[in-house]
C-alpha cells in the first residue's frame, strides 16, 4: 500500500473553507496519478478532483468554481482547496494515488472504483447550515 499522508479537514458553517492536503510517498512524481473522493452516508462515492500525470487537475460539476488543487511538485504534495462549502459536501475524503498514466478526466471518472490499497485514511468534513 502506497503510504498516503492525510490532513485538514473538519467542521465549517455553510458559506465556509477548508483545506485537505495529500502528501503522496512512494511514487516518483509523474508516475502516477492522484485525487480525491467523498463518501457520505447512503450516498454514492463521488469522484471530486483528479491531478493526471502531467499534473493537470479535473474536477466534478459539483464543485467546478468552488474547489481547486494546489501541488507542491517538490514534496510531492497536493492540497484541496475547498470553498463555499454547504451541507452537501459533508462526507469523509479519501486521497487515492495509483501508479499508471492517466489524464485528469479519466482519472476523475474511475476515482470512485478505485480499490481500497491506493486509499488514504481518509478524512472527515462536516459542513452545518
Known amino acids: 500500500q502506497v503510504p498516503l499522508v492525510e490532513s485538514g479537514g473538519g467542521s465549517v458553517q455553510a458559506g465556509g473553507s477548508l483545506t485537505l492536503s495529500c502528501v503522496v510517498s512512494g511514487y516518483n512524481r509523474g508516475t502516477y496519478w492522484m485525487g480525491w473522493f467523498r463518501q457520505a452516508p447512503e450516498k454514492q462515492r463521488e469522484g471530486v478532483a483528479a491531478v493526471g500525470n502531467d499534473g493537470v487537475a479535473a474536477y466534478a460539476d459539483s464543485v467546478t468554481g468552488r474547489f481547486t488543487v494546489s501541488q507542491d511538485k517538490a514534496k510531492n504534495s497536493y492540497d484541496l482547496h475547498m470553498n463555499a462549502l454547504g451541507p452537501e459536501d459533508s462526507a469523509m475524503y479519501y486521497c487515492?494515488?495509483?501508479?499508471?498514466?492517466?489524464?485528469?478526466?479519466?482519472?476523475?471518472?474511475?476515482?470512485?472504483?478505485?480499490?481500497?490499497?491506493?486509499w488514504g485514511q481518509g478524512t472527515q468534513v462536516t459542513v452545518s447550515s
Open positions: 487515492v494515488a495509483v501508479p499508471i498514466t492517466m489524464s485528469a478526466v479519466q482519472a476523475l471518472a474511475v476515482l470512485k472504483r478505485i480499490s481500497r490499497e491506493y
